[in-house]
């Protein structure tokens, strides 16, 4: 059996972009969330403010790229421009920053935004990741 395909820090390019598929958003997600976490719509209409966060890094597994070996998630910096709407059809837009290495890994700052049907930018903000070399495993 072979093992599934990811991608460790040799492999990461700074500057490189990715960009998951597109969904819409439906009362029947917003309520399936808030049924597990708790978290509920400040309005009608509207989905909890960390729900488009949630849904963009759920939507990361639909890229071309294997997934980063994360040791460990470092950091947020976030920012939310406005709500994300029932009906938004929205999409997660990433970019490699920085990379910076170290001993048995090395850290990875990626750019993100989330965008709606017309591209308007809902939330951005970065993600710090420490990830495993791969002659650190072998």
């Not at 890094?57 to 709407?85: N, S």
């Not at 090395?106 to 951005?124: A, K, N, S, T, Y």
Request: aromatic share 6%; with cysteine; charged share 20%.
């Amino acid at each position: 059996m072979s093992s599934p395909a990811v991608t460790y820090f040799e492999d990461v390019e700074v500057g490189s972009r990715h960009e998951t598929p597109a969904m819409t958003v439906t009362q029947a997600h917003v309520n399936m969330y808030a049924g597990v976490t708790g978290d509920h719509a400040p309005e009608a209409g509207l989905a909890p403010p960390l729900f488009a966060l949630c849904l963009s890094t759920g939507l990361g597994w639909r890229i071309a790229r294997p997934p980063l070996v994360v040791i460990a998630f470092m950091g947020i910096d976030w920012k939310i421009e406005r709500p994300l709407r029932v009906g938004d059809t929205v999409r997660s837009r990433s970019q490699t920053m920085v990379k910076r290495s170290m001993r048995e890994a090395g850290v990875v700052v990626e750019e993100h935004q989330i965008v709606d049907q017309g591209g308007d930018v809902l939330q951005h903000g970065r993600f710090t990741f420490l990830v495993a070399k791969k002659e650190a495993l072998t």
